[in-house]
């Protein structure tokens, strides 16, 4: 594999020298693609790629089902890298390790994650690798710059026609599941998270109208406290939380005890107790005076009434960080889970 990334720079440097007169007057498609092909003809002379222009470098088959264009999300570790052997991204821990062994958190999230494949949403060559693998198998492939796109047309080029970039990718992919509504599979996997920490008897609730069953959690024991001890509407009051992912890894934390043993202490951050203002409805609460809080974790803050309550809240991504994810530590369609203490001071 190295070696193949090594070559490609000679091979672009031949493709310059052999039209450099007519280079102008090549569409960018059409100069990616003999760049490409020269590349390739360099290192793997034998290899061809498929109609589209996917050079498949090493595969593994899976044994478990066949990879299905009509279920849109898929479940997956990823690595990508330029053809020069840079490396974009990866989900996979040890690379991310080898990469930058000063910058790696353990606190980030690694492992598979679903990607929208759908037609029209992610890009056409990763959609095109995909076909034909199956559950467990793992495929690395060199997707054509022409392939690194949404919009989907019928022939190669028509592809190469559209074609307004020269960078290729190497896809390595290995492929662990689909879904069809991937916050249906939320819903399912909350649930059996729920009754497996807190028993079957624990039921979804709501902090507002119109929410979909099964979509938030408030776990909380409040035998202790008494109605006339009740918070204001209005109230100004402080909390200690406690982000987690579903596999239990904190992620953020204003308790400086939890974040020097969860790995999160950092000396650029001031830990305390945050203060929270209380509003008759839950989209109005601020937090250290901003509003901008996911709403997931707003309805939280929302249904505690009593100084000193301590609750679980756990929600679906669609009350969190949604399809994009936060940062390194919360990937796209994450269940969060958040540890709540309301305190007066």
């Known amino acids: 594999m190295n070696k193949f990334f090594k070559v490609l720079v000679p091979a672009a440097a031949l493709l310059v020298m052999a039209g ?3 280079e102008n007057t090549l569409a960018t498609g059409e100069k990616a693609r003999q760049y490409l092909e ?7 002379p ?3 790629p498929d109609q589209w222009g996917i050079y ?3 595969e593994t088959p899976g044994i478990g089902m066949e990879w299905d264009q009509e279920l849109s999300y898929t479940y997956m570790r990823s ?20 990469l930058d062994q000063d910058s790696y958190k353990p606190y980030n999230y690694y492992g598979p994650r679903y990607v929208n494949t759908a037609s029209g949403s992610g890009y056409a060559g990763l959609e095109y690798m995909l076909q034909g693998m199956r559950y467990g198998g793992s495929k690395t492939a060199v997707i054509p710059s022409w392939l690194l796109t949404t919009s989907r047309y019928d022939t190669k080029e028509e592809y190469l026609n559209a074609c307004d970039n020269s960078t290729h990718l190497v896809y390595t992919v290995t492929l662990e599941g689909q879904c069809k509504d991937v916050e249906e599979q939320e819903i399912v996997l909350l649930s059996q998270y729920v009754e497996d920490i807190f028993g079957a008897d624990q039921k979804s609730c709501s902090y507002t109208s119109g929410m979909t069953e099964g979509t938030f959690y408030f776990v909380s024991d409040t035998t202790a406290f008494k109605d006339k001890e009740q918070r204001a509407d209005e109230a100004q009051l402080k909390v200690n ?8 890894v904190a992620f953020d934390t204003n308790v400086l005890e939890t974040a020097i043993e969860e790995g999160l202490y950092t000396k650029d951050r001031t830990y305390g107790s945050a203060d929270v203002s209380y509003s008759s409805t839950y989209s109005s609460i601020t937090m250290d005076g901003s509003s901008s809080l996911i709403d997931g974790f707003k309805g939280g803050l929302y249904k505690m009434h009593w100084v000193g ?3 679980t809240v756990l ?10 994810g936060s940062g390194d530590a919360i990937p796209p369609y994450s269940t969060l889970i958040f540890e709540l203490e309301l305190v007066n001071e």
């Open 38 to 44: 020269l590349a390739m003809q360099a290192e793997y």
């Open 315 to 324: 929600f679906v991504s669609a009350l969190g960080y949604s399809s994009t």
């Open 79 to 98: 690595t990508i890298r330029t053809i020069g052997g840079t490396i974009l991204s990866s989900t996979e821990e040890d690379i991310a390790k080898q």
């Open 46 to 48: 034998d290899l061809t």
């Open 309 to 311: 309550q301590k609750a």
């Open 241 to 248: 939380y406690t982000g987690r992912r579903l596999d239990g």
């Open 56 to 58: 498949v470098l090493e």
């Open 20 to 22: 450099c007169a007519k």
